[in-house]
């Protein structure tokens, strides 16, 4: 019940956080050139705030697609196994996966506690590691899902149940 | 070193997401050379400084919306009033639709899915034969990637850091080329058969003018900005997003706007995955040129390679191998700045090797066994993968031929620099 539930609340927080991005990111743009060609002015922030949104676009994105493990992958082996040894073979590679997020989440943090001592700034002078979070946040979300993958298989492989099939994740 | 690479190199084959292979490799090259390892997250920060990335959500986002819509079949019908009293008709209607429809939305195979949909029928009741058709609208799905403004061809221009704005020029001819040798070609398979498809008729390109009056702006206004320079690349992808949500959504009403957000997450699932990758690259890829890799591969093919022409060849080996293992997207930012400094040497063009590389990868959606638009045709049309290896062989042959000679006529490519 609470995984369904979180599961919920998770899509539409992501979904929120896509189109609200994506949003502002296509009305500023507009509104940029309509500014520039008409006034002959802008805001001058605009260019840095857009590269921002691109940053964290991508990070959303990414941690959507690891809802449904759409990342691009090459996988042409594990159609040759039987369904046990595919089983086994995403156990392994979520294994990794979340192993990886979990650096990735892990040391992009450091990077930021690093900005943070240093008081970069970005936009003119707001600190740098307000923009810079979602990175080890995306990247711990990661970890996250691929864990949960990871379990899920698991429990699959012991159990001897069927290949997997889509399931709501949180 | 050596057995690090393999293990990756197993699972990636076993299926893990390649941004989490790059990334590792990245990570253990900077602990092996004494980086501290959160440089990595600064790499991937350098997203933000990247102002043309902002053309790939908005150019995506506008693609999927397109394909939602009407306007494929729009699109269909305008070009089969245009060309469709030539001989064998609707074979050129599929091919230059989709061209055009795979250029718009960065060839992400969305145009099979959207187009096949309306051409695979049409062409089966002209009279086609049913292997033939599969072929050809396999193949054409991902024709048109070296038309401006086709994502592969953006992305290139960020990773070699060439101007986008020539990279579109140059692109046409090729692109031509490739739509030429495919419509020569369906023309020679149905000499016997095909009849042209209608009489040439105002009356019906009027009508599909007027059904077709509100995208008609869009090439016009996108193409026209970018290649006339009064529009940025990132500029033109604002426009793209912003008019065909009005259009499609407020003013033809094709898409409820309920369906929005749903079709922006869509398309920021690849979005997300493309730039992830690109992000842990450009980690990998620094380290990489660090510690000499670039250097080392020179060295290594020289020692057996001498001149431009057989520096071609091989390069032409290797990229029809890379294509049909690895996606478009990941080979681009993994591959070109460890080849392009070694292209270089050879007094090869950057911007050449742009349009050889992605007329290279373009094969590599065909090529069995891991080709994607294999698998969604395969999918799509509900036809075993093996039905549609072999009906599209014959289009995979006359496209290989075609990329030799994009790849031995550099002029063709820099002709209009």
């Known amino acids: ?170 | 070193m050596i057995v690090t690479g393999l293990i990756l190199g197993l699972l990636a084959l076993f299926g893990a997401p390649l941004f989490a292979i790059i990334a590792a490799s990245a990570m253990w090259a900077y602990y092996r050379e004494d980086i501290d390892v959160s440089a990595i997250a600064i790499e991937f920060f350098s997203i933000a400084e990247m102002p043309v990335l902002l053309a790939i959500p908005l150019f995506t986002f506008a693609g999927y919306l397109l394909s939602e819509s009407q306007a494929p079949s729009r699109l269909v019908r305008l070009t089969q009033a245009l060309l469709g009293w030539m001989p064998g008709g609707l074979a050129i209607v599929s091919l230059a639709a989709c061209a055009f429809f795979t250029a718009f939305t960065g060839a992400s195979g969305v145009t099979i899915i959207a187009l096949g949909a309306i051409l695979f029928p049409a062409l089966a009741q002209a009279g086609y034969g049913d292997k033939f058709n599969l072929g050809l609208v396999t193949s054409a799905g991902s024709l048109g990637l070296l038309f401006a403004p086709s994502l592969p061809l953006i992305l290139y221009g960020i990773v070699a850091q060439v101007p986008i704005d020539s990279l579109f020029r140059a692109g046409i001819l090729p692109g031509m080329l490739m739509l030429i040798m495919l419509a020569g070609y369906s023309l020679w398979v149905n000499r016997g058969t095909s009849q042209p498809l209608s009489q040439f008729s105002w009356q019906e390109v009027r009508g599909a003018l007027r059904e077709s009056v509100w995208e008609l702006p869009l090439p016009v206004v996108v193409l026209g900005g970018i290649y006339s320079g009064y529009f940025a690349v990132s500029e033109a992808a604002a426009v793209t997003a912003l008019y065909a949500l009005i259009v499609e959504v407020f003013i033809l009403r094709e898409i409820p706007l309920k369906r929005v957000p749903d079709i922006m997450r869509e398309s920021m699932l690849l979005v997300g995955g493309i730039l992830v990758i690109l992000g842990v690259s450009l980690a990998s890829t620094n380290i990489m040129i660090d510690s000499g890799v670039p250097q080392r591969l020179l060295e290594w093919v020289s020692s057996f390679v001498t001149g431009q022409a057989s520096f071609l060849i091989l390069l032409l080996l290797f990229l029809l191998v890379l294509g049909a293992i690895l996606d478009i997207f990941s080979a681009l930012v993994l591959v070109v700045p460890l080849i392009l400094p070694v292209a270089l040497e050879y007094g090869i063009e950057p911007v050449h090797l742009g349009i050889v590389f992605l007329a290279a990868m373009q094969l590599g959606y065909l090529t069995p066994p891991v080709g994607l638009n294999l698998f969604i045709a395969s999918y799509r049309f509900e036809k075993p993968i093996t039905e549609v290896y072999a009906a599209t062989f014959p289009f995979l042959v006359i496209l290989l031929l075609s990329v030799v000679i994009i790849t031995f006529w550099p002029a063709l490519s820099l002709v209009f620099l």
């Not at chain 1, 086994?88 to 992009?108: E, I, M």
């Not at chain 1, 080890?136 to 949960?148: E, G, N, Q, S, T």
């Open chain 1, 1 to 170: 019940m609470l995984i369904r539930k979180l599961a919920r609340w998770g899509k539409a927080g992501e979904d929120a956080a896509l189109v609200l991005l994506l949003g502002a990111m296509i009305l500023l743009a507009s509104s940029q050139i309509v500014m520039r060609n008409m006034f002959d002015s802008g805001f001058i922030w605009a260019d840095e705030s857009l590269r921002l949104m691109v940053l964290w676009l991508a990070l959303a994105g990414s941690v959507a697609a690891s809802r449904a493990d759409k990342h691009i992958s090459i996988n042409v082996l594990s159609r040759f196994l039987p369904a046990t040894g595919q089983l086994l073979a995403r156990v392994v590679t979520n294994l990794f996966t979340t192993g990886v997020c979990g650096l990735l989440a892990y040391h992009s943090w450091r990077f930021v506690a690093e900005s943070r001592e240093y008081e970069d700034t970005l936009l003119g002078g707001q600190p740098a590691w307000w923009f810079q979070v979602v990175l080890p946040v995306a990247f711990a979300l990661m970890c996250w899902r691929y864990l949960c993958f990871l379990l899920a298989d698991s429990y699959r492989l012991v159990r001897r149940k069927p290949a997997p099939k889509q399931v709501p994740l949180p």
